[in-house]
């Protein structure tokens, strides 16, 4: 059978651009002790493969002794750089962390899915208003590519701060202070240090008396438009919480995860016990199979060799998403959809668990 070039490119587009792409790696530089950067070449792949919003993350796909791990990493360029770069920072027991801080080096070659993500900014001209970001730790990574977006594309003034535990230990601590250098009048960085005190820093966490003081005192006739909030969960539930009784709509509150705190929770002693009919669809095509209950459905579609699209599995990025079409879910958790995404019948797999005799998701209709 010989396909027409419109059936080619719908060929194209459904089979190969959504699944992982074998990227080099250009450059690798030390970050911190315990951090490095990768920038990848995109030479070999489409342009359009790789386009990105600021603030978009990819998920890099290796085996490691026979096991396939997927982990998913915050992009910290602009969209207009032409450039693709991740920072990554060893983790306790991180099994790719540790390998990419240690053994990875330039020239390796990874596999890289196309840019996904929710916690984005796209810039517009001609309001000067503030944007304002709270991160801690590695939760600097996609505020680096909204921040420098924001500062090269629009008018906004932008506001970040920013804890860890040491100068030493801070992520793109001098590319911050070049950008500080180069928009001194629009660029406000609050350096906050857990373990060491610094000169014009705070000495502490991010808690609720910070932002109460960055809100209420140091910044109180700041216009704020919209806050991005990445980090560890707790931190990111008191800044929003703290935010909210502030006045803060939570319409204009982002926020992004990058360690949960109950990652190991679940509900399924709550679930009764039975069998569910799953018909699924991944890429136009539709599959069955009987499930319990007690599993979550991510974990059920994987066992079956079916290809869906899933990075953190721990419910913190939004890769797993699909439309439930038909029948009942329970999530053990959700801090990514809204109310009207759930309204919608958007789902996150990995954190449901399903409640009645059937069931229908399309990971395509998202």
């Known amino acids: 059978m010989t396909l027409k070039p419109i059936q080619i490119f719908y060929f ?14 250009k450059e690798l530089r030390r970050l911190t002790p315990n951090a490095v950067a990768l920038n990848f070449d995109l030479d070999a792949v489409s342009g359009s493969d790789f386009l990105f919003k600021a603030g978009q993350y990819i998920t890099i796909k290796k085996e490691f002794n026979g096991k396939e791990i997927r982990r998913s990493y915050s ?10 770069e991740v920072g990554i920072k060893r983790m306790p027991e991180g099994t ?3 390998f990419a801080n240690s053994e990875l080096k330039e020239g390796d070659i990874l596999e890289v899915h196309s840019p996904e993500g929710k916690f984005t900014f796209e810039p517009a001209k001609g309001d000067s208003s503030y944007i304002a970001a709270f991160a801690a730790g590695s939760g600097i990574t996609p505020i680096m590519s909204i921040m420098k977006t924001v ?3 629009t008018d906004h003034n932008f506001l970040l701060v920013f804890g860890n535990k040491s100068i030493s230990e801070t992520m793109f601590h001098k590319e911050i202070l070049e950008l500080i250098s180069t928009y001194p009048d629009r660029l406000y960085v609050q350096f906050i240090y857990s373990r060491t005190q610094e000169e014009d820093s705070i000495f502490g966490r991010i808690e609720r008396s910070t932002v109460n003081f960055i809100i209420k005192n140091k910044f109180k006739e700041a216009n704020f438009k919209c806050f991005y909030l990445c980090g560890p969960e707790a931190m ?6 703290t935010l909210q009784e502030n006045g803060v709509s939570e319409d204009t509150i ?4 990058f360690t949960s705190d109950d990652d190991g929770a679940d509900i399924s002693d709550s679930i009764a016990a039975g069998k569910t009919r799953v018909k699924v669809i991944v890429d136009d095509e539709e599959s069955e199979f009987v499930m319990d209950r007690k599993q979550r459905v991510l974990d059920a579609v994987l066992a079956e060799d079916i290809d869906a699209p899933y990075s953190c599995q721990g419910g913190i990025c939004s890769s797993c998403i699909a439309r439930l079409t038909e029948g009942k879910v329970e999530m053990v958790k959700n801090q990514i959809l809204t109310d009207s995404e759930l309204d919608e019948g958007l789902i996150l797999t990995c954190q449901s668990h399903p409640l009645t005799e059937s069931i229908s998701i399309d990971y395509d209709d998202v």
């Open 96 to 98: 790719f962390s540790e």
């Open 151 to 153: 500062l090269e594309e």
């Open 12 to 25: 194209y587009e459904k089979f190969i651009m959504t699944h992982f792409h074998p990227l080099k790696v």
């Open 75 to 84: 992009i910290c360029t602009t969209p207009s750089s032409g450039e693709l």
């Open 236 to 241: 990111v539930e008191t800044i929003s919480t």
């Open 254 to 257: 982002k926020t992004e995860l």
